[in-house]
């Protein structure tokens, strides 16, 4: 059915030949399973799924390169990726196998994507579960080496972790009752917990290198002719996890964009927000992955009403094929806008997809698809959401109390606010690469002075959002004045009893009627407490200033205290930044060029403003909806419209 819908991209797992001392290599498996695929679709174009994971023996034969948690049993056993002899092991095997299939296949072959870890995404084993790994003898000596050429010397790690008896030669692995504890509340403490800090950032930088590693091993076995694709860098989507983002050693994403054998980064659609009616968001930063010359791609595993089984997902099953395809177009649209790769994908193997009425509304699709083909629009979104990696690493175990709301579910507001966003990296948005009205920091948390003088200067005109802790802290210690500095607000530390924020009178003049946060204390927690009555949006249950907005010499800049945002607090900082809203209502909303990507997210007409005077067009049907600044669409919830600006004729 794809190739009838001229889809000829084809994502499959093959196997990878990895025989024990002594055994002959037998290809005919691997090649068996291309040729399924060509069998089914003569022009298929491969691109092998290809999983890293070391056999039986070989584990058996290097038990201090396999991975050890903290408590057990596990669900998986999988190889440590700080052991050096799996990665040489590996991309041998991995070297071999893109050598053979290019020498038996090569004409019909896309691209490789080498697939390793939990569910082959390149994040470790057990993210989402109670335990902790890292206690493996591969583990340990890959954290000395790490420590040795950070600090160079006992003298230096003894001062950075304000430890007389920590020895390089000595350093272990910080216990699990020290990286399940959080001392210092949401966020660990660079004073006295350097030692929890630095062993985050070291599990960053081995997942990152290892998927570095590899995929230095296909560029090179395929001289630079092929794509490469991992999946890498939900840092979004991590955000929820609850022993802290960094278990997933996702966090080094800069340094996988900075990787010159990498071409495609992907993951799923995020499995939150992204049923019927919602907003499909993106797991990553994905803007700034188009900023460092990479493809984002999602793949697509929605549950459509032939979907079986509880995989992920499952919770947001459809029921009908009209249903389905109204997503399906939904996120295929958005990609298309958004400038992302996608593939549709069976995740339980049992015909999601074997409906041609699916495959039919990939085909009209052409229409969108095709025009941006031929011209090119980059995405350039007024709204900014920008995400700082080393802030992350430093969320301690239960961090997700602010990590959760303030960063995972932010999309769902960020999505329904009424115009289009992008998502970024801050060190993008501090090097001006990012040209928005409206600059969401989501987790400015850490930076240094450097930094700072760089982000206020790179989004000076622009309304400034500033969320939780801003500046709160420095590479090595904490600087409450430096968040006066970002936000133009003095910001010290409360106590209320719930970090719940509830619209003043100020705020509901503005539009404000829902209150936010989190039902219970975080810790730290800060609120505005030099913001007069008319710039306080938001007040905790103690009274104090949680949501306050000033305009100083360099533009509005808007105080967030508890975690989280609502599409009408965006609304009405978006009002201010002169954001084009194109609807004044809560609708998940895409827009690049003369393109327009609307779904529901409730019944009801809805009111669209284009901002120009174009006809406006239903790109899918063809019929013309009237002539812009305004149009009036009766909609109903998980419904997807695709509009298109058209120029009047001038007679």
């Known amino acids: 059915m794809a190739a009838e ?19 002959e290599i037998d290809w005919s498996g691997v090649d068996a399973q291309c040729r399924t695929v060509i069998e089914a679709n003569p022009n298929a174009l491969l691109l092998p799924r290809i999983g890293l994971g070391a056999p039986q023996w070989w584990r058996e034969a290097h038990p201090d390169d396999v991975m050890v948690w903290d408590r057990g049993p596990q669900k998986h056993v999988d190889v440590d990726v700080a052991s050096p002899v799996y990665l040489h092991d590996a991309a041998e095997r991995l070297s071999a196998l893109v050598e053979h299939l290019e020498a038996k296949f090569g004409q019909q072959i896309a691209g490789y994507h080498p697939c390793g870890q939990n569910t082959g995404e390149w994040f470790y084993q057990e993210t989402w579960g109670p335990a902790l790994n890292g206690y493996s003898a591969a583990s340990r000596q890959a954290w000395r080496r790490w420590l040795k050429a950070r600090y160079a010397g006992d003298e230096r790690l003894q001062a950075a972790w304000n430890d007389p008896r920590a020895r390089l030669e000595a350093a272990e692995v910080p216990s699990p009752a020290v990286r399940r504890s ?11 917990e350097r030692a929890l800090i630095d062993f985050a950032e ?49 966090y080094a994403l800069r340094r996988v964009l900075d990787c010159p054998d990498i071409d495609v980064l992907c993951s799923p659609i995020s499995y939150f927000d992204r049923g019927l009616g919602e907003s499909a968001p993106a797991m990553t930063a994905a803007e700034s992955v188009a900023l460092a010359g990479k493809m984002w791609l999602y793949e697509d595993d929605t549950s459509t009403y032939l979907s079986t089984g509880t995989l992920p997902g499952s919770r947001e099953r459809v029921l009908t094929v009209e249903e389905s395809s109204a997503q399906l177009v939904r996120n295929t649209a958005q990609c298309a806008l958004r400038n992302f790769g996608t593939w549709w994908m069976d995740l339980g193997a049992t015909a999601w997809f074997e409906d041609r009425r699916m495959w039919a509304e990939m085909a009209r699709l052409k229409v969108l698809d095709e025009p941006l083909l031929k011209t090119p629009v980059p995405f350039r979104p007024e709204v900014a959401a920008v995400i700082d990696e080393s802030s992350m690493i430093r969320v301690a175990f239960g961090g997700e109390q602010v990590t959760r709301p303030g960063v995972y579910e932010v999309r769902r507001s960020l999505g329904r606010m009424g115009t289009a966003y992008g998502q970024y990296l801050l060190d993008d948005a501090a090097a001006e690469r990012v040209d928005a009205k409206m600059h969401v920091l989501l987790t400015a948390w850490c930076l240094s002075p450097e930094r700072r003088r760089q982000l206020l200067e790179s989004t000076r005109g622009s309304l400034r959002i500033w969320c939780y802790a801003p500046g709160y802290q420095e590479p090595g210690h904490s600087n409450p004045e430096a ?18 924020a509830e619209p003043s009178e100020a705020g509901k003049r503005l539009g404000m009627t829902s209150g936010f946060g989190v039902d219970h204390p975080v810790k730290p927690l800060f609120a505005a407490v030099d913001a007069s009555p008319a710039e306080t949006l938001a007040t905790y249950p103690d009274g104090s200033a949680a949501v306050a907005i000033r305009q100083t010499a360099d533009g509005w800049s808007l105080f967030v205290g508890p975690p989280g945002l609502t599409p009408e607090l965006l609304r009405l900082a978006a009002r201010k930044a002169g954001v084009h809203l194109f609807t004044d209502r809560d609708c998940n909303v895409c827009s690049s060029g003369p393109f327009l990507v609307l779904h529901a997210s409730q019944d009801g007409p809805l009111t669209v403003n284009t901002g120009r005077t174009d006809a406006v067009v239903d790109l899918l049907s063809g019929n013309r909806l009237g002539n812009g600044p305004t149009i009036r669409l009766p909609m109903k919830r998980g419904e997807t419209r695709v509009l298109r600006y058209l120029a009047l004729k001038r007679e």
């Open 5 to 23: 819908a001229g889809v000829d991209l084809v994502s499959f797992p093959v196997s990878l030949p990895w025989p024990g001392p002594g055994k």
């Open 182 to 192: 959080s001392p210092a509340g949401v966020l660990r403490d660079p004073a006295s």
């Open 202 to 250: 070291f599990q960053q930088e081995t997942m990152a290198d290892c998927v570095c590693h590899f995929a230095r091993a296909v560029r090179q076995a395929t001289k630079g002719q092929k794509l490469v694709v991992f999946f890498y860098g939900y840092v979004f989507e991590f955000a929820a996890v609850h022993n802290g983002p960094s278990t997933s050693g996702h």
């Open 483 to 500: 968040m006066r500095e970002l936000t133009g607000f003095r910001l010290p530390a409360v106590s209320p009893a719930k970090a719940w």
